[in-house]
């Protein structure tokens, strides 16, 4: 089993109450699966699921079909627009 670093920003952020979080499972997985898995674990998980939510796996942006990799360090979660 993997352990990651799985990062939430913007109002992503405020919707779970939590800004990072570890994910332990067996790597590989798609983003999909990963949000599915966070869905299920923490409080108000279901904003994972909301419509347009994008993901990047170590810096590079992802689709919910990419696979994250076993030697991944970091998955990040942000809502559609994130202003910087």
């Given amino acids: 089993m993997t352990e990651i670093t799985v990062v939430f920003f913007a109002s992503l952020k405020e919707s779970l109450g939590v800004g990072q979080c570890q994910a332990a499972g067996e790597f590989p997985m798609t983003i999909k ?6 869905a299920a674990q923490l409080n108000n998980g279901e904003a994972l699921q909301a419509l347009g ?3 990047s796996i170590d810096y ?14 970091e998955v990040a979660f942000f809502p559609p627009v994130t202003g910087g």
Avoid: G, H, T, Y
């Fill in 60 to 73: 590079e942006f992802a689709r919910d079909a990419d696979v994250i990799p076993s030697r991944v360090k």
């Fill in 53 to 55: 939510i994008q993901a």
């Fill in 33 to 38: 699966e990963l949000k599915q898995i966070l």
